[in-house]
């Protein structure tokens, strides 16, 4: 009896002690991976934390081929034109002197933009091929060597801060236009001294962004797989600490900089470098299991994969309810969801994509409290839609109405009171009827819908709930 005590005793403790080493964090020397372990806690990163909406604007002179050049059409991303073998790289690198955007209206933009429901905004200040949409002092290819000659990135920031909405610039390491950039580590001693010259030339234009436009929350990072800027983690990572501490607050995604290892986005140890996982470009995350933890946004196109402006949008265009689902899904998962605009070369933004901002804004003005500064719910996901949560309110976003009318909610034993259910958009009051338990223990919910309604659109109940200290009411209970 004892024997078999003591084996069993064993068998527990060599499990406890196999799955305690199993799940151990890696714990590799870092100099230049995550400096932080867990999320940030200042005001600034909850601010952009509960944004929920935002909206992306790629624009520079690849708008004004749109996609096609004499007659011939591009099927890649239309700001990446440049690199197509039909593209004569000579005709590109002039088309700055015809860009004269006379439709350009930052405020009409702003507006815009507040009106579908975004909180913040990601602008390109310059994309891969380098010309810069403000008149840097370190390069002439600027807007103001264009017919325009404006500072655009004054306009849009001024605009849009206007209208209380938080700006982020997008700033590209690569540069086509830079005789000093390389793709790959220099090689001869020349190289080495040319892109010396562009690591200097990327920092002053950083500085010269930070100071001239002081109120701006973030910096948005795109082309840093290069080989060669990956290989400059450590000067990479202090002028990250130089760019903090010149504006304190500053937000910063995980596309900026890699370890010293050439781990981009997750350190060689796993963690999340920077602020926020920027790995879900055109692409939600199945369960919230996949966030290790992170905060994230989504940044999606309306077509497939154009981002500039492209001339023609063939294949699948997302409609407005494609849209506002993925918003929904992505805030249910603790993400924000950002939606690329492309304006064409005079500075129009395209019909389409103001019929869908009309659209999503026209939802967003119902329904916005289950969006903003909203966050995941541990109640389990029906396929109805899905649950966001805010304080003692969950919030039930619906976008497959069930034929019974009847709306699942699953709750684990413990915790809360379903108290109170009604429509979000005319707080009409609606039944919520005790399903029973399942044999996971939780108790089941519906919440009845009224035969006569009807629905176009996705909608919201809300339900009020209420902290139970007790289990002397196990169907009235979960924790959340």
């Known amino acids: 009896m004892k024997k078999n005590l003591f084996l069993t005793l064993f068998l527990c403790l060599f499990t406890v002690t196999a799955l305690q080493a199993q799940n151990k964090r890696s714990s590799i020397p870092l100099k230049h991976g995550a400096h932080r372990i867990g999320k940030r806690t200042d005001a600034e990163m909850q601010r952009w934390r509960e944004h929920g909406l935002g909206q992306f604007i790629h624009w520079g002179v690849y708008a004004i081929p749109g996609g096609t050049w004499e007659g011939k059409y591009y099927p890649g991303a239309a700001e990446w034109i440049r690199s197509w073998k039909e593209m004569p790289k000579d005709a590109y690198d002039n088309l700055y002197k015809q860009f004269n955007p006379t439709a350009f209206d930052a405020k009409k933009w702003a507006k815009q933009a507040k009106e579908m429901g975004a909180n913040y905004m990601i602008f390109t200040t310059k994309h891969h091929d380098g010309f810069c949409l403000w008149p840097s002092a370190y390069t002439d290819y600027t807007i103001a060597s264009s017919p325009y000659k404006k500072d655009i990135v004054k306009q849009v920031v001024d605009a849009y801060t206007n209208e209380g909405i938080d700006v982020h610039l997008y700033f590209s390491i690569i540069d086509w236009n830079y005789q000093g950039y390389r793709s790959s580590p220099p090689v001869t001693r020349q190289d080495s001294i040319s892109y010396e010259s562009f690591k200097q030339f990327t920092r002053n234009q950083l500085i010269e962004l930070l100071t001239n436009y002081p109120t701006i929350k973030g910096l948005w990072f795109d082309g840093s797989w290069d080989k060669a800027w990956m290989n400059e983690a450590a000067w990479v990572d202090q002028l990250g600490n130089e760019l903090r501490a010149m504006h304190p607050g500053l937000v910063i995604g995980s596309r900026f900089r890699a370890d010293e290892f050439g781990k981009r ?29 992170s905060d994230w946004d989504c940044v999606m196109t309306v077509p497939e994969n154009q981002w500039g402006y492209h001339s023609e949008w063939r294949g699948y265009v997302k409609t407005d309810y494609d849209l506002i689902e993925m918003m929904v899904k992505a805030v249910s998962m603790d993400g924000n969801f950002v939606i690329n605009f492309g304006p064409d070369g005079k500075g129009n933004i395209r019909p389409e994509e103001t019929e869908l901002a009309q659209k999503i804004g026209e939802w967003m003005k119902v329904n916005k409290e289950a ?50 259910a009604c429509f979000l958009e005319n707080n009409q009051e609606v039944e919520i009827k005790s399903a029973g338990r399942n044999k996971r223990n939780s108790s089941l919910y519906h919440v009845v819908l009224p035969d006569s309604y009807q629905v176009v659109r996705p909608f919201v109940i809300v339900v009020d709930t209420e902290q139970k200290g007790s289990d002397k009411d196990e169907y009235q209970q979960a924790k959340i």
């Open 265 to 293: 986005h997750y350190d060689t140890n796993g963690d999340l470098i920077d602020d926020y996982d920027q790995t879900w470009e055109r692409d939600l995350p199945n369960s919230i299991e996949d966030l290790n933890g």
């Open 371 to 420: 969006i903003y500064g909203t966050h995941h719910s541990n109640v389990k996901k029906q396929d109805w839609g899905y649950f966001t949560q805010k304080g003692n309110k969950l919030y039930l976003c619906v976008f497959n109405k069930p034929i019974n009318n009847r709306l699942m909610i699953e709750i684990p034993k413990g915790g809360i009171d379903l108290l109170k």
